[in-house]
């Protein structure tokens, strides 16, 4: 069983950077593909951005491309996501997730059962 735990949300203005963490335990990180999706009030969930095993491959939505980074350090069981110039519509909660299946990633589903695993979330809010 891995548990996953979100942290580095916070308020935030406009145009300044956050930096999220997901730390894993009970498990191996690199036995898992990595994604970030975001849910904001009254709206669906979006997948944001996605790591292969390795950290050679990485996946972006349109809305985050260019201003966001996914990263991994499997030594340390950890995910990050490196957000910069930050949007009023970026203000959701962000979940880490995990899978066992690339194919869930590449697709960018946020569909809950094709994930193994999903972190509580830490919320995200830019005021403008």
């Known amino acids: 069983q891995v548990h996953l735990v979100e942290s580095g949300g916070g308020l935030v203005q406009a145009g300044v950077s956050l930096r999220l963490s997901c730390a894993a335990s009970?498990?191996?990180?690199?036995?898992?593909?990595m994604g970030w999706i975001r849910q904001a009030p009254g709206k669906e969930r979006e997948f944001v951005a996605g790591i292969n095993w390795s950290g050679d491959r990485t996946y972006y939505a349109d809305s985050v491309k260019g201003r966001f980074t996914i990263s991994r350090d499997n030594t340390k069981g950890t995910v990050y996501l490196q957000m910069n110039s930050l949007k009023p519509e970026d203000t959701a909660v962000y979940h880490c997730?995990?899978?066992?299946?690339?194919?869930?990633?590449?697709?960018?589903?946020?569909?809950?059962?094709?994930?193994?695993?999903w972190g509580q979330g830490t919320q995200v809010t830019v005021s403008s």
């Open positions: 997730t995990a899978t066992r299946s690339l194919h869930a990633i590449v697709v960018f589903t946020t569909r809950s059962n094709e994930y193994d695993y």
């Open positions: 009970g498990g191996t990180l690199s036995s898992y593909a």
